[in-house]
T-cell receptor, first 109, second 113 residues
Framework: AQRVTQPEKLLSVFKGAPVELKCNYSYSGSPELFWYVQYSRQRLQLLLRHISRESIKGFTADLNKGETSFHLKKPFAQEEDSAMYYCAPPGGSQGNLIFGKGTKLSVKP | DSGVTQTPKHLITATGQRVTLRCSPRSGDLSVYWYQQSLDQGLQFLIQYYNGEERAKGNILERFSAQQFPDLHSELNLSSLELGDSALYFC????????????FGDGTRLSIL
């Protein structure tokens, strides 16, 4: 079964500090990985997908197939980045996503 | 606004009851997904429909069922409700049935008393 691991439940940093939210996955095919963000129990919003190689709100994520990782990074955290972040690889041949437990990012002033 | 509409926003009911949650996908999206988010279990995939047909099943209980109608809206039926079914239920939609970003609705918050 496909799995995703987000090892940190909570990550607390100060404003302006670099942030890295870790994600490791197990997937046998060629993965299409996503990061979603959820502010205060609102709906999940797509933050970025690896295939587009975009930078959204200053966040980037690089797929490392050798380490099966897709860590999310931002060089300078902002208070408005405080939210839950979910890494989501595909669930298999179907379209559903497998969500990790999520990492709560708290950016302190 | 994601374009995915879920109703109702909140639902309060008692154990043993049955409820129906409704989802309208984004215009043009053929796939609908249902997820359950609870404090202890996190986000769990329940079921997926693509163009009216069931495509994938996750951790969906036998007491739960869903369907997607010809106009592509979907309903999730929860019956014989238990206290542990209290959760936020999200619907998401995507254009195709795999490897596409999913767009989430605002969720239905279900509280079982």
């Amino acid at each position: 079964a496909q799995r995703v691991t987000q090892p940190e439940k909570l990550l607390s940093v100060f404003k302006g500090a670099p942030v890295e939210l870790k994600c490791n996955y197990s997937y046998s095919g060629s993965p299409e990985l996503f990061w979603y963000v959820q502010y205060s129990r609102q709906r999940l919003q797509l933050l970025l997908r690896h295939i587009s190689r975009e930078s959204i709100k200053g966040f980037t994520a690089d797929l490392n197939k050798g380490e099966t990782s897709f860590h999310l990074k931002k060089p300078f955290a902002q208070e408005e980045d405080s939210a839950m972040y979910y890494c989501a690889p595909p669930g298999g041949s179907q379209g559903n996503l497998i969500f990790g437990k999520g990492t709560k990012l708290s950016v302190k002033p | 606004d994601s374009g995915v509409t879920q109703t109702p926003k909140h639902l309060i009911t008692a154990t043993g009851q049955r409820v129906t949650l409704r989802c309208s996908p984004r215009s043009g999206d053929l796939s609908v997904y249902w997820y359950q988010q609870s404090l202890d279990q996190g986000l769990q995939f329940l079921i997926q429909y693509y163009n009216g047909e069931e495509r994938a099943k996750g951790n969906i209980l036998e007491r739960f069922s869903a369907q997607q109608f010809p106009d592509l809206h979907s309903e999730l039926n929860l019956s014989s409700l238990e206290l542990g079914d209290s959760a936020l239920y999200f619907c998401a939609s995507s254009v195709a049935d795999s490897n596409q970003p999913q767009h989430f609705g605002d969720g239905t918050r279900l509280s079982i008393l």
